[in-house]
């Protein structure tokens, strides 16, 4: 098609949404908080999966020992650890470590324990397992294994745990496709909508101009777009507001915690084109809901 | 009889012959641009296969074309032939059919049974972007005129241009050209609303004309003007007559069929009730 007829498209694509900008704003906001949920559900999940991983990647095990350990035991332990793969210790962390671990923990609480004479807290390895998953590390077997040698009171590992944070993410999956698909379903409505009102407050122009000879497809063609640069515009900006509340949001935590515990991070670069791609589909498909069933009747 | 005053008489005779002049001026400017179209145009290829094959064309072509809106009966066994190059009024009382019928030479409305041909194609056989294309032969003078408000002369009257997707320039100078045609090139930046409805009837005709269609149509071109204005209208339908193209114009303005000998079809309750 010659250029001078895309230039009068977007020219008037353009004049239409000037024309009709409160509708195109109420639209394009809806679009974006619509995007911007969707986008949220993201980067949680992201977020999530990151953390999950990065549990998986490095799994611990605590060995809390019995107060009248001797070193014998204490060496043959060190030396059961040194023999399994992909294993280290940590650290070892003394009763008087514990306690001054749980003294800071507790903050201004930690008063609690000043009338007290004996320590109660036990002495503990820290294990760290590299990649348990590909050394096919049998934690249970392990456990079980230290729970006999002497002077091991007890032995947590945190896999249990991972298991069923991994069966909530699971359900996330499932609520943000959902969430995505009704979201979705919405937004096409909303542009159909948009694009429908436009086409409206123009019927007398087309009107005229397939009198005068237009073809469907030259009447059709600026709403459709006009509903592209909506999805373009709604697009970028959700993505924009997305990066600006994770922005904030990162910091925010961070304060909270005082130290950064968690990596938080921003969605990939894979997810920002699938949140563009989306919202440009989105609204492509709803104008040609729109302009199909105007210009069929 | 001696005038009172030799003198004035003498001047008001000299401003009469330069009236004249004026006017003569004004049609030959008019006719030129009529010819620049022409040579321009289709028309020229048209008039040229006309003068060796001596045949007229068939333009309009109406077969036994019914049209019900609802249980009334609009039009009733309309059979009629008008050929290339013709000029032809439609008329007859209000209801009796007149805008019907050019609305389905237009193919703006489908006949409940019969057939059209425009030039040779059959309307009930096209449909979508070829009725578009058979459209820009076609020009129609509504009886509301059916202009854009919030464009201006210029642009409503190129917008019949804007949709074949001509180059910008050839659009711009076209547009000129038609509006000094019908005489409006002074008010190509006012609004419709602006204008006289004399004047508004004029871009509704130079935007019906502008793509140098095969067929005018025009819907009550007359209907609420005074005798001059009518004339002057009058005038335009036969400039672009001249260019060889055919004419078909409803009216119920009895002057109007007074004036001249084209022929002229009576239409009553939808059916054709004579022809002169």
Redesign the interface.
């Known amino acids: 098609?010659?250029f001078?007829?895309w230039f009068?498209f977007i020219k008037e694509a353009l004049v239409n949404i000037v024309k009709n900008r409160v509708v195109h704003v109420i639209g394009l906001g809806t679009m974006i908080i619509s995007l911007l949920i969707f986008g949220s559900f993201l980067l949680l999940f992201v977020n999530f999966n990151t953390w999950i991983y990065e549990w998986g990647q490095s799994l611990t095990m605590s060995i809390y020992l019995n107060d009248g350990i001797s070193d014998l035991e204490k060496e043959k332990i060190v030396f059961y650890i040194h023999k399994l793969p992909s294993a280290e210790v940590k650290r070892f962390i003394s009763k008087e470590e514990a306690l001054r671990d749980l003294r800071r923990a507790l903050g201004s609480q930690a008063g609690l324990f000043e009338g007290l004479s004996v320590n109660p807290l036990p002495a503990s390895f820290e294990l760290a397992f590299k990649d348990p998953e590909g050394n096919k590390v049998n934690l249970k077997g392990i456990k079980q294994k230290l729970e006999k040698m002497g002077g091991v009171e007890e032995v947590q590992y945190s896999e249990e745990w991972l298991r069923s944070f991994e069966g909530l993410i699971d359900l996330f999956k499932l609520i943000g496709f959902i969430i995505g698909g009704l979201l979705f379903m919405g937004v096409l409505f909303i542009v159909t909508n948009t694009i429908k009102l436009a086409i409206y407050s123009r019927r007398?122009?087309i009107?005229?101009?397939?009198?005068?000879?237009?073809?469907?497809?030259?009447v059709k063609i600026p709403f459709l777009v006009e509903g592209l640069i909506q999805g373009v515009l709604s697009g970028i900006l959700a993505i924009l507001m997305l990066y600006c509340g994770y922005l904030f949001l990162s910091s925010k935590i961070i304060c909270f915690l005082g130290i950064a515990m968690l990596n938080f991070v921003f969605i990939p670069y894979e997810y920002m084109m699938l949140i563009f791609l989306i919202s440009v589909a989105l609204s492509f498909l709803g104008s040609f809901i729109a302009v199909g069933r105007f210009f069929d009747i | 009889m001696i005038p009172e005053d030799p003198l004035a008489t003498l001047f008001q005779c000299g401003n009469t012959f330069l009236d004249v002049l004026r006017t003569a001026q004004v049609d030959a400017a008019r006719f030129r641009n009529m010819f620049q179209l022409r040579v321009s145009e289709r028309g020229y290829e048209r008039l040229h296969n006309k003068e060796f094959s001596k045949q007229a064309i068939c333009m309009i072509q109406l077969f036994h074309l019914y049209k019900n809106f609802g249980p009334s009966l609009a039009l009733n066994d309309i059979n009629l032939k008008i050929d290339e190059g013709e000029f032809v009024f439609i008329t007859g009382p209000s209801g009796a059919g007149k805008t019907t019928l050019l609305r389905m030479i237009f193919g703006e409305e489908r006949p409940t049974s019969g057939n059209i041909l425009i030039n040779g194609v059959n309307l009930n056989r096209i449909k979508g972007s070829k009725l578009a294309l058979l459209r820009r032969n076609i020009g129609f003078v509504f009886q509301d005129f059916k202009l854009l408000p919030k464009k201006t002369v210029f642009e409503n009257v190129s917008l019949a241009l804007e949709v074949t997707g001509e180059p910008y320039p050839f659009i711009r100078k076209k547009t000129h050209r038609t509006l000094r045609l019908v005489g409006l090139d002074h008010k190509k930046i006012s609004y419709p609303l602006q204008l006289s409805g004399g004047e508004q009837q004029r871009v509704a005709i130079a935007r019906a004309i502008i793509q140098s269609p095969l067929i005018l149509i025009a819907d009550e071109p007359t209907g609420n003007l005074d005798p001059d204005l009518t004339r002057d209208i009058m005038d335009l339908f036969r400039c672009v007559h001249s260019k060889g193209t055919t004419v078909v114009i409803a009216t119920h303005n009895r002057e109007l069929l007074k004036e001249g000998a084209q022929r002229t079809i009576f239409l009553n309750h939808g059916r054709v009730a004579g022809e002169k």
């Open positions: 098609m010659r001078r007829l009068y007398d122009e009107e005229i101009l397939k009198l005068v000879g237009a073809t469907d497809w030259f």
